[in-house]
């Protein structure tokens, strides 16, 4: 009978723990770490070395195929696909092709932005699904209301949009606290 070498199942050193490289600014191993994000590429040196990458640099899963559609810019196929931001709709020649667009379009309100005057209030959704409303000029406006925007002037501090805030009319100003019945 055989004798089994039990050196082979200890958990000291594993094959492939140095089978990353070296890290490109301090030359020590690179390791496979997790968090809450998921997992990544670490160098063993931290905290002396704050080195880190991805561990998979595409992310975005293909979730179903949009049957008898076709991409503007290569004419392949649509799909429905999810991405570090969200769901959004791409062609499925990627990485060939880039075209994306969003899953849902924007809504614009009639509403005008209170901050820069020269937008209207769009709604928009965040990679998780919910709803909010900013200004159309995004980046160059950055304001943003969770609730509907409803067009009017505050009576108390003369902001010149409201917001309907589950069936109340309200002032999106934090320090204001005008309410009023819709």
């Not at 094959?15 to 809450?36: F, M, Q, R, V, Y």
């Amino acid at each position: 009978m055989s004798k089994i070498d039990l050196s082979l199942f200890s958990a000291e050193e594993h094959a492939l723990d140095d089978s990353l490289g070296p890290c490109p600014e301090c030359g020590k191993a690179l390791h496979i770490k997790n968090s809450k994000s998921g997992p990544f590429v670490g160098c063993s040196g931290f905290p002396d070395c704050h080195f880190s990458k991805p561990l998979h640099d595409n992310q975005t899963t293909t979730l179903t195929a949009i049957d008898g559609s076709v991409c503007p810019s290569c004419g392949e196929g649509l799909a429905v696909k999810k991405g570090r931001y969200g769901m959004f709709v791409g062609c499925s020649g990627f990485p060939d092709c880039q075209h994306i667009a969003p899953l849902k379009q924007k809504t614009d309100t009639t509403v005008s932005c209170p901050q820069c005057h020269n937008g209207k209030m769009s709604e928009r959704t965040n990679k998780y699904g919910k709803r909010f409303y900013s200004c159309d000029r995004y980046p160059k406006c950055r304001y943003v209301v969770n609730w509907p925007p409803v067009a009017g002037t505050c009576p108390n501090c003369g902001w010149s949009m409201l917001i309907d805030k589950k069936g109340v009319v309200c002032c999106p100003q934090p320090k204001c606290d005008f309410k009023q019945p819709n």
